[in-house]
């Protein structure tokens, strides 16, 4: 959920186990943080890159961006490879390297795999101290094809977000971030309720400034929180940390509401990993993966 690796970070000194996750989080010292002062959108267009506002933040570390807001820039740079009239990015995976801290970053893309029916283009993300995501997505044509009815489904939706409510969030000490910039309705589980979850969102605000959010954008910034709404390990005493996000996608969500619907699976041998199924309003239109890291805080 929230790509940080600096949650690798200890908790140096006695047993905080128990001691609330604000505590813990106080004892962090902050980083300086360079970002663009705008309140409504993740990122602002500076010159050949982008400059991160606040509204990127995560919870874990006050200067370093949510895996959300990025991924879904890295999916901006994708669709905008020339040659994708008439194809849609059907999967895209996110390898993240290194923590993305808020400040100026750089994007670019290139087709590595030309065709008339499929495409793989590779991109990446930078900062100042190098790459920090390396992406690669599939691009399928999409033409009418004949196919029996009763093969052709589009499993129904979760209750809708009118019907859900507000979740509860634990304390990140940060007035202003991801948590604040996305529009949260619960209609199962949540962040402080161990287990599967099935949360409603929607941006709060634009992914660059000036710009009407895509689709695939939408789909993106909100794809990434699966382990974070599902944790089944108290966050105090463990780590769990998503290295990766792969997103499938059967067709492009209609209106600005994506559903993630997911649940946690740790095993003993720090391994773990997370899956969700993300809908819209209609029903079904694909599905998202992440390898955890699990561990013991220190």
Not at 45 to 65: C, H, K, M, N, Y
């Amino acid at each position: 959920m929230f790509a940080s690796l600096t949650m690798l970070l200890p908790l140096r000194g006695k047993d905080h186990s128990a001691e609330p996750l604000r505590e813990a989080l106080a004892r962090r010292l902050p980083r300086p943080i360079r970002c663009a002062v705008v309140e409504e959108a993740f990122y602002e267009i500076a010159g050949d890159g982008f400059v991160a506002t606040e509204l990127t933040r995560g919870p874990w570390d006050p200067g370093a961006q949510h895996a959300g807001p990025p991924s879904a820039l890295l999916g901006r740079e994708i669709e905008r490879v020339k040659g994708g009239e008439g194809f849609q990015v059907a999967r895209v995976t996110f390898e993240i390297l290194r923590p993305v801290l808020i400040g100026p970053v750089r994007v670019e893309a290139e087709v590595v795999r030309p065709g008339r029916s499929v495409q793989m283009i590779e991109a990446s993300l930078s900062g100042e101290d190098g790459e920090l995501i390396k992406a690669r997505a599939w691009r399928i044509r999409t033409a009418e094809i004949e196919i029996p009815d009763d093969v052709v489904t589009t499993p129904a939706p979760p209750p809708g977000p009118e019907e859900g409510g507000k979740p509860e969030f634990f304390s990140t000490g940060q007035s202003v971030g991801y948590h604040t910039a996305m529009e949260w309705r619960s209609v199962g589980g949540g962040f402080l309720e161990p287990g599967p979850a099935t949360v409603w969102m929607r941006m709060g605000c634009q992914l660059v400034a000036g710009e009407e959010p895509t689709p695939l954008q939408r789909t993106l910034v909100a794809a990434d929180v699966g382990n974070g709404i599902s944790a089944v390990l108290d966050w105090r005493r463990y780590l769990f940390i998503n290295v990766d996000l792969s997103v499938h996608l059967e067709r492009m969500p209609e209106g600005e509401w994506v559903c993630v619907d997911a649940l946690t699976l740790p095993q003993r041998n720090g391994i773990g990993t997370a899956e969700s199924v993300l809908s819209d309003e209609r029903g079904r239109i694909g599905r998202a993966a992440q390898a955890l890291l699990i561990a013991e805080r220190p």
